[in-house]
Nanobody, 120 residues
Framework: QVQLVESGGGLVQAGGSLRLSCAAS?????????MGWFRQAPGKEREFVARISWSTGSTYYADSVKGRFTISRDNAENTVYLQMNSLKPEDTAVYYC????????????WGQGTQVTVSS
């Protein structure tokens, strides 16, 4: 099993920045996983934000956040980060960290979610 604990959410003005953290733990080899960030805004479906490979560090971003958000990982600390810059009110959502086994589509493990609110 993989446990994910998120932190870093909060209230910020438009144009500001926040850094989300996702600490992963469990008796497993994290090189087998891809880590992703998702978000869900009020009245909308959950959407993909970004993902990163533990082993290679390769990344992929949703078009809506390209150039503004950066996903990264610290393998020694088993922690994934989402640096969010130039935040917009439409970025307001609950942000979730998730883990998927390499080669699988479904994310099997999820964090509790952390609220990000961007005021205009």
């Amino acid at each position: 099993q993989v446990q994910l604990v998120e932190s870093g959410g909060g209230l910020v003005q438009a144009g500001g920045s926040l850094r989300l953290s996702c600490a992963a733990s469990g008796r497993t080899f994290f090189s087998r996983y891809v880590m992703g960030w998702f978000r869900q805004a009020p009245g909308k479906e959950r959407e993909f934000v970004a993902r990163i490979s533990w082993s290679t560090g390769s990344t992929y971003y949703a078009d809506s956040v390209k150039g503004r958000f950066t996903i990264s990982r610290d393998n020694a600390e088993n922690t994934v980060y989402l640096q969010m810059n130039s935040l917009k009110p439409e970025d307001t959502a609950v942000y979730y960290c998730a883990a998927a086994v390499v080669g699988q589509i479904k994310y099997d493990y999820w964090g509790q979610g952390t609220q990000v609110t961007v005021s205009s």
